[in-house]
């Protein structure tokens, strides 16, 4: 995805560039918050950790409820949320600038690991992530249900014309009814092995040119919504799609990577302080799509901050008083 920095020749070069360079931004968690369910007994007591995120919505959540259950176990956090592009995140995890982050399989195994080709099943796949930077210095932690890969969807309206439910549906109504599938894509989306043209060819679908139009990914949900295209690109835990009452269509041939959320820690700073784990993992369990959904839209739909929605969710869940 292109909010992610797929694209892995953008992503090496990014990395050339900030590999050497430290963190320089940055401020303390000063939450006023106990244990809960988690952190009993405050083991993280006299740590003092960075935790990082990407500049997206679910990032910004994903770190802030890190950030959160560390101070509630007892640990000093300094909040380096927020970074510009996929690596830089990475690197500062990597180099030793920061502490842990919440980041997806896919990206990992796609991007920072450089391999083309996805793994169907998200266990394995984070299996593979987990051995092949072990010896990069990180450890993962179980993945979270959380699952933010691409897909297609409708507005109410067309699915009770078409009754797609899956991807392999709209590529039978392609065919029976090419004028039918209209779509809204990325620019990226439509020309990429792992968007527009891997899923025709895995789905046996030939689009016509003139029934794709390309704009950016804002636009795509309200022209979804709209119904001026019958089918647009979407991202699975994006907020909109429960805000605008979309319906998802299921990728019943497995062909987008997975990008399941999954703590990635700095292996030496899992080594002093291995309790991040019993911390981490009850609150990564309970992270799937309706979640994520629901939290986003908190944000880009309601105009919450982040942090705020990450704390009263945490409260709310029993992880943290």
């Not at 953008?10 to 303390?28: D, E, K, M, Q, R």
């Not at 988690?38 to 003092?48: Q, V, Y």
């Not at 987990?130 to 993962?140: E, I, P, V």
């Not at 797609?164 to 039978?172: H, K, P």
Request: glycine letters at 10%; hydrophobic letters at 40%.
């Amino acid at each position: 995805m292109s909010t992610r920095g797929r694209t892995r020749l953008l992503a090496a070069a990014v990395l050339v560039a900030v590999s050497g360079c430290g963190l320089t931004s940055g401020s303390p968690m000063v939450d006023d918050v106990s244990p809960g369910t988690i952190g009993r007994g405050r083991p993280l007591k006299g740590a003092e950790l960075t935790v990082v995120s990407k500049q997206f919505t679910e990032q910004l959540i994903l770190g802030a409820i890190m950030g959160i259950a560390f101070e509630a176990a007892g640990a000093r956090v300094l909040d380096r949320t927020g970074i510009q592009g996929s690596v830089g995140t990475r690197a500062a995890v990597e180099n030793g600038d920061a502490d842990a982050a919440y980041e997806y399989t896919g990206t990992a195994w796609i991007t920072y690991l450089g391999n083309s080709e996805p793994i169907p099943d998200p266990r394995r796949q984070w299996r593979a992530v987990r051995d092949a930077d072990a010896r990069k210095g990180l450890t993962w932690l179980p993945p979270a249900p959380l699952n933010n890969t691409y897909a297609l969807a409708t507005n109410q309206a067309n699915y009770r014309k078409y009754r797609t439910t899956t991807l392999s549906d709209v590529a039978t109504l392609s065919k029976s009814d090419p004028g039918a599938v209209t779509l809204c894509v990325e620019g990226e989306f439509a020309n990429r092995a792992d968007g527009l043209p891997g899923l025709e060819k895995t789905y046996g679908m030939d689009i016509p040119a003139r029934n794709i139009t390309q704009m950016d990914t804002g636009i795509i949900y309200t022209q979804t919504t709209k119904g001026a295209c019958t089918y647009g690109e979407v991202y699975t835990t994006d907020g909109r799609i429960r805000s605008m009452h979309l319906v998802v269509t299921q990728d019943d041939r497995k062909f987008f990577p997975n990008y399941n959320a999954a703590p990635m820690i700095r292996t030496a700073t899992f080594k002093k302080w291995p309790a991040i784990a019993n911390v981490l993992d009850p609150i990564t369990r309970k992270l799937d799509n309706s979640v994520a959904q629901a939290l986003n839209a908190k944000v880009d739909v309601e105009g919450e901050d982040p942090h705020a929605v990450a704390l009263e969710w945490l409260k709310g869940e029993g992880f943290v008083k």
